[in-house]
């Protein structure tokens, strides 16, 4: 992933290198396109996290006449073939010749069957997660899934403290009562309403929504804390393990599109219902994973609470004006205490504040 950097004119006293009081000196940092890896990896975040959401709530409520709704597995599958062809460019990028990257592909990945088979409990996980976004998202406003989605907060601190033995303070505690209660309020909107049906005129139901996002959250919590396991104990590149990961995901969308989808394959092929909106979906699907994954490099967990905080407010007023959206109290307190509840969960209740001298 390349990137451009801005030119701009410095001053003789931001060319000096910034010492510190420990007499330490620290270079001043490379600005991308004006801005620094914080504020770019705080834009990527709510971009990714806002706009999956939205493109995928209208590309399942709003179609051409005529054109029929597109498979949902389909384009699970489509995406963990494009993750897969994404990652094999990084790693060709990171290789430099066309010789050494068969190698390590012949190496890393055909030579190493067992490492593919680790993936085929969180691949199978994702897979069902994936599917489950576009059933979510066809029974759920765009803003009231942004914030009820955050329960993966919730599933992944458990999966977290049983798979990979950590412990939670009280701040975190209290982070996640306060998930709890504000899901609980926005969610008492969205099954206490008549929602519009969807484009092939199926009905929606917010219970089916909430069950879907449930069970996402869950397979979420438990593949991440999963695949975090199997990455700290090995040192294979994060790439190979992606694609070993997306190569089991793509057998398991194949098999659940054959199985569950098989009539409507015959009827109208793969690709039915496809426009330039469903391949940007798959596109974000795909890719925004990956580049949260290399941008998080770069951002702390405050800042990705931060992110998420932002990410609702931004579906919620796109919504509104979108899709109609018309936000309750219960909804608005509800999502209010989400936000400050990711904010809180993200910071360390720990560390103790450094005294001045």
């Given amino acids: 992933m390349s990137a451009y950097y801005t030119q701009r004119t410095f001053t003789k006293r931001e060319l000096l290198p910034t010492a510190h009081s420990n007499g330490s000196v620290k270079p001043t940092e490379s600005l991308i396109f004006g801005m620094t890896r914080k504020q770019l990896s705080l834009i990527v975040l709510v971009v990714q996290n806002s706009t999956l959401v939205l493109m995928m709530r209208y590309s399942r409520i709003v179609q051409k006449p005529g054109q029929p709704l597109y498979i949902a597995s389909s384009a699970v599958f489509l995406a963990e073939l494009l993750k897969i062809v994404a990652c094999l460019a990084v790693m060709y990028h990171e290789q430099g010749y066309w010789h050494k990257f068969v190698v390590m592909v012949r190496r890393e990945i055909l030579g190493k069957p067992r490492d593919t088979a680790l993936m085929l409990i969180p691949s199978s996980l994702y897979a069902l ?27 992944t601190a458990i999966f977290s403290i049983v798979l990979l033995g950590r412990s939670l303070n009280q ?4 982070a996640l009562v306060l998930l709890m209660i504000g899901v609980t309020m926005v969610q008492s909107q969205s099954v206490s309403s008549a929602p519009p049906p969807l484009a092939d005129g ?12 449930v069970t996402s959250c869950v397979s979420s919590g438990f593949a991440g804390c999963y695949f975090e396991k199997i990455l700290k104990t090995s040192e294979t590149s994060m790439w190979v393990r992606n694609i070993q990961l997306g190569i089991s995901g793509a057998f398991f969308s194949l098999l659940g599109m054959l ?32 580049l949260v994954a290399i941008v998080v490099k770069y951002a702390d967990s405050i800042l990705k609470g931060f992110a998420t905080s932002l990410s609702i407010i931004v579906s919620g007023v796109i919504s509104f004006y979108l899709f109609n959206f018309q936000p309750t109290i219960p909804f608005i307190v509800g999502a209010m205490i989400v936000m400050v509840a990711s904010y809180l969960y993200g910071l360390d209740f720990s560390r103790k504040p450094i005294k001045p001298h």
Wanted: hydrophobic share 50%; proline share 3%.
């Fill in 129 to 155: 997660q994936n599917n489950l976004l576009y059933v979510a998202l066809s029974n759920l406003e765009a803003a009231t899934f942004q914030v009820t989605y955050q329960m993966k907060i919730l599933s």
């Fill in 171 to 174: 701040g975190k505690w209290l």
């Fill in 202 to 213: 199926a009905v929606q139901s917010p219970w089916i929504g909430l069950l879907a996002v």
């Fill in 259 to 290: 199985v569950y989808d098989m009539e409507p394959l015959r009827q109208g092929g793969m690709l039915q219902g496809y426009d330039w909106l469903t391949w940007v979906v798959v596109a974000n699907q795909a890719l925004g994973g990956l």
